[in-house]
Structure formats: C-alpha cells, structure tokens
C-alpha cells in the first residue's frame, strides 16, 4: 500500500514536471537523462497529489470534524500533520498550494476544537506555513479568515486564569506575522477586544520575556492602526515601554529593541507624542541614547541605538516634542554622537537618522528679506480678476508674506521621509484624476476662437503667400558666393557634438583668420587673445558665408568674430577706466568690471595653469555669429524694468564651447549629511557666524566691503539673478535669489558675477530660496562659470564647474503665501564650492548657458546681413511688442522660388509650414541653444538645408517670453504668469506674445494652411536627455487601464514618426522618455492647444536636459551647447527625414544624403511611454528622489518599467568607454 502510494506520487509528480516544461523548449538527451536520473525534488505547487500522505491526513482530520469524534484522534492527526510540516518543505506547499483545502481544514478544526494540544499543534503547523512561506503563503491565511479565527481564540484563551502561557505564546506570535498582511486588521482586533487582552498580559508578566516579546511585536501591529495607538496610549502603554527600555545593558536586547519598535510606532500618534513630552520621555530617550552610546563599544547594538533615535524621530513630528528636544540640548547631543559615528560605515544609519531629527528640529527661520515680491516693480495695465497675480495685488501691504504667523503648525509632519511618502501618495490619486478620460474633450475640435476679419490682421505677416516675385532676380537655383563691400567673408559653422559627412560638403571652402592683437605692456611680442575657431580639414559641412565682425584684418588665416582690441587691459588701467567706459553714446551702458591684474601673461612654451591645455587651442567649429560691438548696439534698445546699464563680461565677449568633455559628476559619499552637519553648526556654535550682508538689492544704500578677502557680487545686467548675498563664514556665502517680476515664487535662474577671489581657496555659495523638491544638483549637474581672465588668455567658455554639489531641504521657512496655501513647507538650498583658477578675477555664474534677448536680435541681424537672396527666402518680421516694449521677433525661413513662372511660384507657395517656438520659460536657456542650432541650420549652404527649405516653409518665434528673458525671470513674464498656461484664452494685453502667436496659427488654420508640424522647444531641469511630449487619444485612454474604451478609438500613429526619428538620428534624443499623454493640467499649454484647438496632430514640446545624457553617445556626460546646438540641426534633418516617409511619390531625395529606411519608423509603435503629472510644470514628476537618509552611491537614475524597450541606439551611436568619461581633450 505504502510503496503503491509512493509509486502513485512519483507519477504524478513526474507527470506534472514534464507538464512544466514549455513546448517549444527542446531537451538534449544528456538533459533527458538527467531529468530522469533526478529525483524530481522539486514539484509544483500545482501538482497537489490526492494521493500523497498529507492529503490523507486532511482528510482524516476534516472527518473528525464532521462527526465531532474523539480528541485523541485528532491530537495524533495533528501532531503527525505538524511533525511533516516541520520536516517537509513538500508537505508545506501542497497545504498552501492553489486548490488546496488543507488550510480550511485546519482553522475549521482550530475554531471548533475544545481541547489544548489540538489547538497548540494546528498554532505550531501555522506557525511553520507562514515562517518558511514569506508573504504569499501568509496573504493565503488571510483570505482564508485566519486572521479573525485566532482573534476569537485570544478572547476565549484568556478567560482562562491564568491564561495558558504557551497558548498565549503561539497566538501572538503567529497573529504578530499575519496582521501587517490583513488591512482590516486593526479594526478587527480592536472590535474583538484584543488591545486590552495583550497589554494586561504584558503588565501581568514584565518579567516574562518569553511572553512578553510576542506580545510587545503584536502591540506594534496594533500601533500601525491610529485609533488603536490612541486607545492604548490612554491604557499607559507609552508608560510600560519605559519600564522595558532603560540604559546599556547586555540582557534582554531583543526585548528592548522591540519595545523600541513598538515605543517609536506608538509615538507617531500626535497624542501619545504629546504624552510622551509631558511626562520628560524625550530628556529620557537623549539620556538613554547617550548610554548606549559611550558603551556600546564594538556596535554589536546598532539596531537598540537605531530603535532610540526612531522613537525620538516620531516624538519630535509634533511642535511641543521639538521644542523638548531643544531644550534637552538635544541637537548638541545627536550632533556629537553622529560625529563620532562618522569614522565607521556600517553605523550610517545612525548619522543619516540623527541627520533627520536636527534637521527637523532645527528651529524654522524667516528667509532674511523684506518680502517675498521680486525686488523689481512693474505695473500691469489689466489686474487679473482671479488666480496668483489677483492675489498678490490685493494682499494688504502690512502683511507680511514671507512668513506664516505660525509655520511650526503641530497638525504639519515636517519628516522628510514622511513627507516625500505623503508627496507621493498625493502624487498617485493625482495621476488617477489628472488623465483626461473624457473622448469628447480629447477629440480635437477645430476652433479659430476669432473671426475671419479679426485674423485678417495677420495677413502682412504671410508675404509669401502673395508675393509674385517681380522684382526678385530669379536667374539661377545655384547657390552663389555672398559678396560683401569691401569685407572679407568668413564661415557661419553649425556645431556639432559629432561628425556627420557628407559629399559635397567639400565645395565649400573655409577660410581661418587671425587677429592683429596689439603688444601688451613692454612685451614685444604678438599673441593672438582669442583661439582660432575653424580648422581647416573641418568635417562639418553645415555652413553659410557670414561677415566679420569689425575690427579683423584679412589674412589668409582668420580668427573667431571676437575682438578684444577695445578690451585691451593694462595694470596702468585697473578696472577699465574705474569699471566705467562708455562704449558707446546715447544711453549709458557699461561693461563690469576687468580683472585688476589685466591679463595674466602665458608662455607659449607652457601649459596654462587654468583646466585648459594651452592659451589658443583650435576647436572645430565656433560661434561665428557674435560681434561684440552689434551687440553693445542691440543693449542699448533693450528695455528691462531695472533700467540695466552694464553689460556682463560672457554676453558681451561671447560663448564657445570649451573642446574638453564635461561628466556628470560624481557625487562623494557622505557629501549631503556633511553640508547639512555645516549648517547645524550655526545653531549650535552661533559665535562662528558673521552674518554680514555683503549684496542687496533691496537696499540700494548697502555699504560695499572694503575688506580685501571679502567677495564682490552683482547681478545687474540683462538675464541677472542675484537678490541678496550674506557672508556666513569666511569664506562661505548665502545666496537669495530674486522672484520672478509680479509673483512670489519661481526661484531657480540665477546668473551673478563674483569678484575679489584669492587663488587656493575654496568658496562655500549656497543658495537658500530654491523651491523644488529635488535636482538633478543630486544627479550629477555642476553650475556654470565663465572666467573673464580665461576669457582674455583665449578660452571665452562657459565650463562646469563646482565639487560637493547637493541640494536639499533647508531650515528657512515658506509661507503659505509663496506656496500656494500650505503650511509648514521649507525651502531648498543648493550648496556647491569653487576654487577659482585666477587672484582677483571676475566670474560669473550661471543655472544653465545664459541666452539673453539681446544675444537672440544680434543674432538674427546676423544671419539676415549673410543670407544670399537669391537661395534662401528670410524675413524678419515684428511679431508684437511686449509689456515693457521689447519687439517679439518672427522669422520665416524658406528656398527662394526657382523663377517667378507660375509652377515655381505655386510650388514655392504650397509648401508645408513647419511653426516653431521656443524660450516661454526664460529660465530655460537650453532651449534658445537649441533654437540657434535650428536656425543656423536652416540658413547654412548644406544642400540637405537647401533641400529642407525646398520642402517646407518655417516660421519661428525663437523667443516667446523677452521681458522674462531681459529681467532675470525664471517662469513668468512680466504679467507674474507662466505664459504656458495662457494658450486657452490668451490676454492680448498681459500676454501679447501667446496672443498674436496663437493668431499666426489660427490664420493658417482659417487660409487651409494647417502646419504640418508644431514644435515649442524648453528646458527639463529634473530628467535627462531630449525627448518630447505629444498628443495621442488613444494613449491617454490607455493609461486610464480602460481597454476596451481603447481598442474601440482609431487614431493616426503618425504623431510617433518625428521622435521615433530623432531616436534614430540624434545621439541626445531618448525615445522612451517621450510621452503622449493628454493631461487636465495641460490643457492651456500650447502643445495641447495647438492640438486640440488648431487641429496639427503632430503638436510638440520638445524637452532638453539641464544636466546631461545617461544613454546613447553621450552617456555620462554633461550636455553643452554643441550638444544642444547639434540637437537643432538634427531636429531638422528629422523634418527632412518626415518629408520623405510622409510623401515619397512627391519627394525624390538623393540617397547618399538621406540614407535611411522607411522601416526604421514602426507606424504602429506599442505604447511603452511614461505620462506627465505635475500641475504646475511642463516637466513628469522627477523619478530620482531624494532619500534624505540614504547617501549617492544608493541613489540610482530610476525610471518607469514601462518606459524600456522603446529606445533603440542607432549603429552610429558610440558608447564611452569607462576612460572616455573622464575629463579629455580634443585633439
């Protein structure tokens, strides 16, 4: 009978093996033979044998139930039940396997039985079910009702006196494992009367410990539950854990540390809390961590230390428990112990905790201004009726904003961790509601909004839907040589990260040349102050003619359109004529002040002491479109609200990208805990603080230190944003930064010039106002900083730069005011230290690459002086005029007609608009970068440009916010509104530029023009790559899990093609972060606008990093403006590239020039996208959080599971080696 069993079993077991493996697996016969020769000891939990002996067993067992038989049956059933679940793994599964009835059988026996040993041997059998199982196997005895089953059997235990301590044992040890599984278990328990049954059997039995442990870990699940933690805090639970834990000592540590756990999930209760605080448990606790402390000397009891600065964390969530703990001088406690942890690893947990408590009980501080309103006042023509703006306006002036009456509010959780836990929360029933399910608000439905005659005003803006080309000289398609008076010709190169060939890309010759520079001193030698920009084997064969700027002599070399001749700095000179020349007359406008020491002097024969090879290197191509006399011409028309007369140093001397790669820093572990030990400092050692304003701009009058050691700062030019400076230490400075114009918020651009420096010297900058909840400061981005004696030495660029870089939650309060009606919310401080490369330079720091305004207009009149007539159609029109009266440029690019016949002028006419936008966030400067490369891309001689333009008519509004722009702003405009925000229903008198900018587009829609696509370029300061939002149905149906609603809508996959061939062609572009997700929030942006309201299905935000790439060529690097640059060209050839794969019967293009197969582009991509959810921002909820406790090496890129696979790297695309990551040069 036994073997026959055991026979049957085998079988089965062998069948449901073989069952297992998948058809289409083939077996080798070696494998083949292995698997019988094994003894199949592992078996599925499928493969339930009716057979085998426990199945026997539950059966014998449920039929003692049935028929109520002796208990001495179903003892010995049990205990032979227990004793295969002891020894077999195999019994354990098939009792909990699907299908089985093995646990049913045994809570019914366990509910009906009368007698002990059952009941114990049925806990003991669940006891091993759950231990060996992990959570499935005790989620199993939850949804099998197991859960009220042993809460009914702990009532009628203890009616028992005394109560059967090895029953007790076994309840609560189990109920301990199965309550965290069971939601309802809480309320379960208190209903059934447990709470009290538990904590008197502690009281009764301290010292127990046997029955006391259980016991204290089912307090603790009891405790997840705020109404049971209320109820047993009156029931003086708080006061028995202190009769458990007490000072140092080597017994018993298992039970404190639980009694610990139990204390510090008790104590989150704001009752208990305050319970706790009025009986002196706080002084207790410091009292009894410090014990610990001093005599824990191996750290064999880290987790009874961590336990201790759990519960005081919990008690300290509540304003009367920080306040205990400052007045136990509680932060120069933790501060020392935590110092003295620092020299071991493995008690990080210890600091990072001890981290959290001081800075939450770090006493809140008013952020040291007069208000939270930008320093800078201008009146608005319309006063919004509702919204931040109407706000801000009707606040009575005596009220002050920038504090709450009460920040420190008791009903806030200021625990970062629980903060960020709520964040999220908040976060997911957010993303739930924020997707737009409603089909009919998704289907786009054309709306002009305006009247035909209304639109009619947009007509002179559209010339070359009229134009007949009479007067135009038409005589050749070729390109022809620019022939400028008496003006040598020079190259206009569109840079580019990579190299990209192309056949005839050797037509077009380039000329190098050098600038006379005068002798500098006594010195008689020559030097040339600037590198040479072009060589003269340069690969890229984007280019256009452009001329010099004034001041170069023709040579057969010509060097980059940057003279420094009027910048020649002599010692005799100090600070070019006392930081005062005029450059030119009318209005005043001056250039900051020059290094003191002029021009360091470099020998040609040796390496620069600077983080460049030598003085004049040659990189491959260069900014050939600045000419810093235009651009004194373009300030003097700019209007900003401040009345700025100086001119920064880096806009006027222009930018080039340096040619050394720039990686994504690596953060030092430890680097965040040790700013934030720093600033603890302040409280604890407040006699080291000098606490000096040393820049304000609220106070005109300030007194400017004259003490030498001391920085200078400043931050009134065009773009700037610097509010105030407070020297902290020495050589440590607060920095605020200004509001943006008309709001209270929006803390983040900043652009400052710094001055006064000594060489080997590290400069702490932190800046305090930030309001974000992270950065990709954390993820590896540096500030920018342009040296003006590098500058002079020959190197004009922008570089990364800055070490222990993080970004983190302040002490410096928020007020409800600033953060839309919250309490209790703090700022965020970005901390970075410089060491400067030069003595007494001037410097200047930036978040991103300044673009200014002025920067944009030089650049346009320098394109429009170089364009050849007779090849490309450009027009500079004035698309409006801004609040502060600044003209908002419009730009329509195009191929000249081939003649004026009437085929070449209907061929020229019915071409395809392309609308591109960029810049309605002035603080993403990225994204007018990104712009430039487009622009000279579109206006270069590559044929690949020429046939682009053949192809499509452009027009652009390279910058949609210039009044933000000119005054510093981050976000708004001058109206205090993200213009973002206002495409639904543009104000023609507080958003003028979206107003007319949305006409242009409602024009083409009522004339039948509809572009063929929309694309409005930003900035992304919490993701990295490029990437682009989008506008799908079907998508956004998708995400609301409504599959069916999904598979009923039909929709156009083409608004994927444009990404997808980007994905393809652009090294920086990362196709799974794109997103097509249609969101409430974003209704009024001009992606969903355009879409929605105008009818263009393929309607864009394009996204670029602030930080760098984590994929594809540029991997570990931090982005430049070549990289972005390169990304606006490259946009381009994906429109090229569109054109192709959209109507290729009409349009027939070399292949050497656009080798690419329409099978690249999947028309029916799965959809894999992640979706946005933020409400005030065009950016997706940022998926690298912060953990405040945990330090960088843990803190990993995240991204979205759903967003793999999408991205697939083109062949071309070259992945950095580990050595290539580190900081090269060029040859």
Same mark, same amino acid.
Not at 70 to 90: F, G, N
Not at 824 to 830: A, N
């Given at each position: 009978?036994?073997?026959?069993?055991?026979?049957?079993?085998?079988?089965?077991?062998?069948?449901?093996?073989?069952?297992?493996?998948?058809?289409?697996?083939?077996?080798?016969?070696?494998?083949?033979?292995?698997?019988?020769?094994?003894?199949?000891?592992?078996?599925?939990?499928?493969?339930?044998?009716?057979?085998?002996?426990?199945?026997?067993?539950?059966?014998?067992?449920?039929?003692?139930?049935?028929?109520?038989?002796?208990?001495?049956?179903?003892?010995?059933?049990?205990?032979?039940?227990?004793?295969?679940?002891?020894?077999?793994?195999?019994?354990?599964?098939?009792?909990?396997?699907?299908?089985?009835?093995?646990?049913?059988?045994?809570?019914?026996?366990?509910?009906?039985?009368?007698? $002990? #040993?059952?009941?114990?041997?049925?806990?003991?059998?669940? @006891?091993?079910? +759950? =231990?060996? /199982?992990?959570?499935?196997? !005790?989620?199993?005895?939850?949804t099998k009702g197991g859960s009220q089953i042993l809460l009914q059997l702990l009532m009628n235990a203890s009616k028992e006196s005394p109560p059967h301590e090895e029953l007790m044992v076994q309840i609560h040890?189990?109920?301990?494992?199965?309550?965290?599984?069971?939601?309802?278990?809480?309320?379960?328990?208190?209903?059934?009367?447990?709470?009290?049954?538990?904590?008197?059997?502690?009281?009764?039995?301290?010292?127990?410990?046997?029955?006391?442990?259980?016991? $204290? #870990?089912?307090?603790?699940?009891?405790?997840?539950?705020? @109404?049971?933690? +209320? =109820?047993? /805090?009156?029931?003086?639970? !708080?006061?028995?854990?202190?009769?458990?834990?007490?000072?140092?000592?080597?017994?018993?540590?298992?039970?404190?540390?639980?009694?610990?756990?139990?204390?510090?999930?008790?104590?989150?209760?704001?009752?208990?809390?305050?319970?706790?605080?009025?009986?002196?448990?706080?002084?207790?606790?410091?009292?009894?961590?410090?014990?610990?402390?001093?005599?824990?000397?191996?750290?064999?009891?880290?987790?009874?230390?961590?336990?201790?600065?759990?519960?005081?964390?919990?008690?300290?969530?509540?304003?009367?428990?920080?306040?205990?703990?400052?007045?136990?001088?509680?932060?120069?406690?933790?501060?020392?112990?935590?110092?003295?942890?620092?020299?071991?690893?493995?008690?990080?947990?210890?600091?990072?905790?001890?981290?959290?408590?001081?800075?939450?009980?770090?006493?809140?501080?008013?952020?040291?201004?007069?208000?939270?309103?930008?320093?800078?006042?201008?009146?608005?023509?319309?006063?919004?009726?509702?919204?931040?703006?109407?706000?801000?306006?009707?606040?009575?002036?005596?009220?002050?904003?920038?504090?709450?009456?009460?920040?420190?509010?008791?009903?806030?959780?200021?625990?970062?961790?629980?903060?960020?836990?709520?964040?999220?929360?908040?976060?997911?029933?957010?993303?739930?509601?924020?997707?737009?399910?409603?089909?009919?608000?998704?289907?786009?439905?054309?709306?002009?909004?305006?009247?035909?005659?209304?639109?009619?005003?947009?007509?002179?803006?559209?010339?070359?839907?009229?134009?007949?080309?009479?007067?135009?000289?038409?005589?050749?398609?070729?390109?022809?040589?620019?022939?400028?008076?008496?003006?040598?010709?020079?190259?206009?190169?569109?840079?580019?990260?990579?190299?990209?060939?192309?056949?005839?890309?050797?037509?077009?010759?380039?000329?190098?040349?050098?600038?006379?520079?005068?002798?500098?001193?006594?010195?008689?030698?020559?030097?040339?102050?600037?590198?040479?920009?072009?060589?003269?084997?340069?690969?890229?064969?984007?280019?256009?003619?452009?001329?010099?700027?004034?001041?170069?002599?023709?040579?057969?070399?010509?060097?980059?359109?940057?003279?420094?001749?009027?910048?020649?700095?002599?010692?005799?000179?100090?600070?070019?004529?006392?930081?005062?020349?005029?450059?030119?007359?009318?209005?005043?406008?001056?250039?900051?002040?020059?290094?003191?020491?002029?021009?360091?002097?470099?020998?040609?024969?040796?390496?620069?002491?600077?983080?460049?090879?030598?003085?004049?290197?040659?990189?491959?191509?260069?900014?050939?479109?600045?000419?810093?006399?235009?651009?004194?011409?373009?300030?003097?028309?700019?209007?900003?609200?401040?009345?700025?007369?100086?001119?920064?140093?880096?806009?006027?001397?222009?930018?080039?990208?340096?040619?050394?790669?720039?990686?994504?820093?690596?953060?030092?572990?430890?680097?965040?805990?040790?700013?934030?030990?720093?600033?603890?400092?302040?409280?604890?050692?407040?006699?080291?603080?000098?606490?000096?304003?040393?820049?304000?701009?609220?106070?005109?009058?300030?007194?400017?230190?004259?003490?030498?050691?001391?920085?200078?700062?400043?931050?009134?030019?065009?773009?700037?944003?610097?509010?105030?400076?407070?020297?902290?230490?020495?050589?440590?400075?607060?920095?605020?930064?200004?509001?943006?114009?008309?709001?209270?918020?929006?803390?983040?651009?900043?652009?400052?010039?710094?001055?006064?420096?000594?060489?080997?010297?590290?400069?702490?900058?932190?800046?305090?106002?930030?309001?974000?909840?992270?950065?990709?400061?954390?993820?590896?981005?540096?500030?920018?900083?342009?040296?003006?004696?590098?500058?002079?030495?020959?190197?004009?660029?922008?570089?990364?730069?800055?070490?222990?870089?993080?970004?983190?939650?302040?002490?410096?309060?928020?007020?409800?005011?600033?953060?839309?009606?919250?309490?209790?919310?703090?700022?965020?401080?970005?901390?970075?230290?410089?060491?400067?490369?030069?003595?007494?330079?001037?410097?200047?720091?930036?978040?991103?690459?300044?673009?200014?305004?002025?920067?944009?207009?030089?650049?346009?009149?320098?394109?429009?002086?170089?364009?050849?007539?007779?090849?490309?159609?450009?027009?500079?029109?004035?698309?409006?005029?801004?609040?502060?009266?600044?003209?908002?440029?419009?730009?329509?690019?195009?191929?000249?007609?081939?003649?004026?016949?009437?085929?070449?002028?209907?061929?020229?006419?019915?071409?395809?608009?392309?609308?591109?936008?960029?810049?309605?966030?002035?603080?993403?400067?990225?994204?007018?970068?990104?712009?430039?490369?487009?622009?000279?891309?579109?206006?270069?001689?590559?044929?690949?440009?020429?046939?682009?333009?053949?192809?499509?008519?452009?027009?652009?509004?390279?910058?949609?916010?210039?009044?933000?722009?000119?005054?510093?702003?981050?976000?708004?405009?001058?109206?205090?509104?993200?213009?973002?925000?206002?495409?639904?229903?543009?104000?023609?008198?507080?958003?003028?530029?979206?107003?007319?900018?949305?006409?242009?587009?409602?024009?083409?829609?009522?004339?039948?023009?509809?572009?063929?696509?929309?694309?409005?370029?930003?900035?992304?300061?919490?993701?990295?790559?490029?990437?682009?939002?989008?506008?799908?149905?079907?998508?956004?149906?998708?995400?609301?899990?409504?599959?069916?609603?999904?598979?009923?809508?039909?929709?156009?996959?083409?608004?994927?093609?444009?990404?997808?061939?980007?994905?393809?062609?652009?090294?920086?572009?990362?196709?799974?972060?794109?997103?097509?997700?249609?969101?409430?929030?974003?209704?009024?942006?001009?992606?969903?606008?355009?879409?929605?309201?105008?009818?263009?299905?393929?309607?864009?935000?394009?996204?670029?990093?602030?930080?760098?790439?984590?994929?594809?060529?540029?991997?570990?690097?931090?982005?430049?403006?070549?990289?972005?640059?390169?990304?606006?060209?490259?946009?381009?050839?994906?429109?090229?590239?569109?054109?192709?794969?959209?109507?290729?019967?009409?349009?027939?293009?070399?292949?050497?020039?656009?080798?690419?197969?329409?099978?690249?582009?999947?028309?029916?991509?799965?959809?894999?996208?992640?979706?946005?959810?933020?409400?005030?921002?065009?950016?997706?909820?940022?998926?690298?959080?912060?953990?405040?406790?945990?330090?960088?090496?843990?803190?990993?890129?995240?991204?979205?599971?759903?967003?793999?696979?999408?991205?697939?790297?083109?062949?071309?695309?070259?992945?950095?080696?580990?050595?290539?990551?580190?900081?090269?040069?060029?040859?």
């Open positions: 009978m036994r073997a026959g069993s055991v026979a049957s079993r085998a079988a089965a077991a062998a069948a449901a093996a073989a069952s297992a493996v998948p058809a289409t697996r083939i077996i080798c016969s070696y494998e083949m033979k292995k698997l019988k020769m094994s003894k199949l000891k592992v078996i599925p939990e499928k493969s339930l044998t009716n057979n085998s002996r426990i199945v026997g067993l539950l059966a014998q067992l449920e039929k003692i139930n049935a028929e109520s038989s002796e208990s001495d049956t179903a003892r010995y059933v049990t205990s032979k039940i227990l004793h295969l679940a002891q020894s077999q793994e195999k019994t354990r599964r098939e009792m909990t396997a699907k299908g089985s009835t093995g646990m049913e059988i045994l809570l019914s026996t366990l509910e009906n039985t009368k007698d $002990l #040993q059952t009941t114990l041997n049925i806990l003991s059998i669940l @006891v091993e079910l +759950v =231990s060996a /199982g992990g959570g499935r196997r !005790v989620s199993f005895l939850v040890s189990i109920l301990a494992k199965i309550g965290p599984k069971d939601k309802k278990f809480g309320v379960k328990a208190r209903i059934n009367g447990a709470l009290n049954i538990t904590l008197n059997l502690v009281k009764q039995n301290l010292q127990n410990h046997r029955l006391v442990l259980p016991c $204290l #870990q089912l307090l603790r699940v009891y405790s997840a539950n705020s @109404v049971n933690s +209320v =109820s047993l /805090g009156k029931n003086g639970v !708080v006061e028995l854990m202190f009769k458990i834990i007490g000072p140092f000592s080597k017994k018993n540590s298992s039970l404190i540390k639980v009694a610990l756990d139990t204390l510090a999930a008790l104590l989150k209760s704001k009752t208990n809390a305050r319970r706790a605080v009025d009986r002196g448990y706080v002084q207790v606790l410091l009292t009894i961590y410090v014990d610990w402390h001093r005599h824990d000397n191996r750290h064999r009891n880290m987790l009874i230390r961590k336990g201790i600065l759990q519960s005081l964390k919990s008690v300290t969530n509540i304003k009367l428990g920080r306040k205990a703990f400052i007045d136990a001088n509680g932060m120069k406690i933790l501060y020392n112990t935590s110092q003295e942890c620092l020299a071991v690893r493995t008690l990080d947990p210890l600091v990072n905790t001890s981290s959290l408590i001081m800075r939450k009980c770090f006493p809140k501080n008013r952020l040291p201004l007069p208000t939270i309103k930008s320093s800078f006042h201008f009146q608005l023509p319309v006063i919004p009726v509702t919204g931040p703006v109407a706000q801000l306006y009707s606040l009575p002036p005596e009220v002050d904003d920038v504090v709450d009456e009460s920040d420190d509010n008791d009903d806030i959780d200021v625990e970062a961790e629980n903060e960020t836990e709520n964040e999220d929360d908040l976060d997911q029933n957010f993303k739930n509601d924020d997707i737009e399910t409603d089909i009919n608000k998704l289907k786009p439905q054309q709306e002009l909004g305006r009247t035909i005659e209304d639109l009619k005003m947009y007509e002179h803006l559209f010339p070359e839907l009229v134009d007949d080309f009479q007067d135009y000289d038409l005589i050749s398609k070729e390109p022809k040589p620019f022939v400028f008076e008496g003006k040598v010709r020079g190259p206009i190169v569109v840079p580019t990260a990579g190299e990209e060939t192309s056949g005839n890309s050797g037509s077009l010759g380039k000329v190098v040349m050098k600038e006379n520079i005068p002798s500098r001193g006594d010195e008689g030698e020559k030097k040339s102050t600037f590198m040479d920009l072009a060589k003269e084997n340069i690969k890229d064969d984007r280019t256009l003619q452009q001329q010099p700027a004034p001041g170069f002599t023709a040579e057969t070399k010509k060097d980059c359109s940057l003279p420094l001749t009027v910048l020649t700095c002599a010692k005799a000179c100090p600070h070019m004529a006392a930081c005062g020349n005029v450059l030119f007359e009318g209005r005043t406008v001056q250039l900051g002040k020059l290094c003191c020491t002029g021009v360091e002097t470099e020998d040609e024969d040796t390496e620069s002491n600077s983080s460049v090879e030598q003085a004049s290197v040659e990189v491959p191509d260069g900014p050939t479109l600045h000419d810093p006399d235009l651009y004194i011409e373009i300030v003097k028309n700019t209007k900003s609200v401040p009345e700025y007369s100086e001119v920064a140093y880096p806009d006027y001397f222009g930018h080039i990208p340096p040619p050394f790669k720039e990686p994504i820093l690596e953060r030092p572990y430890g680097v965040q805990r040790t700013k934030i030990a720093q600033d603890i400092e302040r409280l604890i050692h407040q006699s080291d603080i000098i606490d000096r304003v040393v820049y304000d701009l609220d106070n005109p009058n300030y007194a400017i230190p004259e003490e030498g050691d001391i920085l200078k700062f400043n931050s009134k030019f065009e773009s700037g944003n610097l509010r105030k400076v407070i020297q902290i230490r020495k050589n440590e400075y607060d920095l605020i930064l200004n509001s943006d114009i008309n709001s209270n918020h929006y803390h983040q651009w900043f652009y400052f010039e710094v001055s006064g420096m000594r060489l080997g010297v590290a400069y702490r900058f932190n800046i305090i106002n930030c309001e974000k909840s992270n950065s990709q400061f954390n993820y590896g981005m540096q500030p920018l900083m342009y040296s003006v004696q590098e500058a002079l030495n020959g190197r004009p660029w922008w570089i990364r730069m800055g070490i222990d870089i993080c970004y983190y939650k302040n002490h410096f309060s928020r007020s409800s005011v600033a953060a839309g009606g919250q309490k209790g919310k703090s700022y965020y401080t970005i901390t970075f230290t410089v060491n400067f490369p030069h003595k007494d330079d001037v410097c200047y720091f930036a978040y991103h690459y300044p673009y200014t305004y002025s920067t944009l207009q030089m650049h346009l009149q320098k394109l429009e002086s170089a364009h050849n007539p007779q090849q490309i159609y450009f027009r500079k029109d004035v698309l409006c005029e801004t609040l502060s009266g600044n003209t908002c440029p419009l730009v329509t690019i195009t191929a000249m007609p081939e003649s004026n016949y009437y085929e070449h002028l209907c061929q020229f006419r019915n071409r395809p608009y392309v609308f591109l936008s960029a810049r309605v966030h002035p603080g993403e400067t990225n994204a007018s970068w990104v712009m430039k490369g487009t622009l000279e891309y579109l206006m270069s001689n590559n044929p690949t440009a020429q046939s682009l333009r053949e192809s499509y008519i452009f027009k652009i509004v390279p910058m949609l916010n210039p009044d933000g722009v000119i005054n510093g702003n981050h976000r708004c405009s001058l109206s205090g509104e993200d213009l973002n925000r206002q495409w639904q229903s543009p104000n023609p008198d507080l958003h003028p530029t979206i107003y007319h900018a949305k006409g242009l587009l409602q024009y083409l829609a009522a004339v039948k023009r509809l572009p063929l696509v929309y694309c409005d370029y930003h900035g992304h300061s919490r993701k990295k790559n490029v990437f682009m939002y989008g506008c799908s149905i079907k998508e956004t149906v998708w995400r609301t899990n409504d599959n069916a609603t999904s598979c009923d809508v039909v929709e156009d996959t083409g608004y994927r093609t444009l990404p997808k061939i980007l994905s393809h062609i652009a090294p920086a572009f990362c196709m799974s972060s794109c997103s097509f997700v249609v969101e409430k929030s974003k209704e009024s942006t001009a992606r969903v606008v355009v879409w929605r309201e105008i009818g263009v299905q393929r309607s864009y935000t394009m996204e670029s990093t602030l930080c760098g790439c984590d994929q594809g060529k540029y991997k570990g690097l931090q982005i430049g403006t070549r990289e972005l640059e390169e990304m606006g060209a490259k946009f381009c050839v994906g429109l090229l590239r569109l054109k192709r794969l959209t109507s290729p019967l009409e349009y027939n293009l070399p292949s050497s020039l656009l080798d690419f197969e329409n099978d690249l582009i999947e028309s029916s991509c799965k959809v894999t996208s992640p979706t946005t959810y933020v409400l005030d921002e065009d950016e997706p909820r940022f998926l690298e959080e912060v953990d405040y406790s945990a330090e960088s090496n843990d803190e990993l890129d995240i991204e979205l599971a759903e967003n793999v696979g999408d991205y697939e790297p083109s062949a071309q695309e070259e992945v950095l080696s580990d050595s290539e990551l580190s900081r090269t040069y060029l040859p």
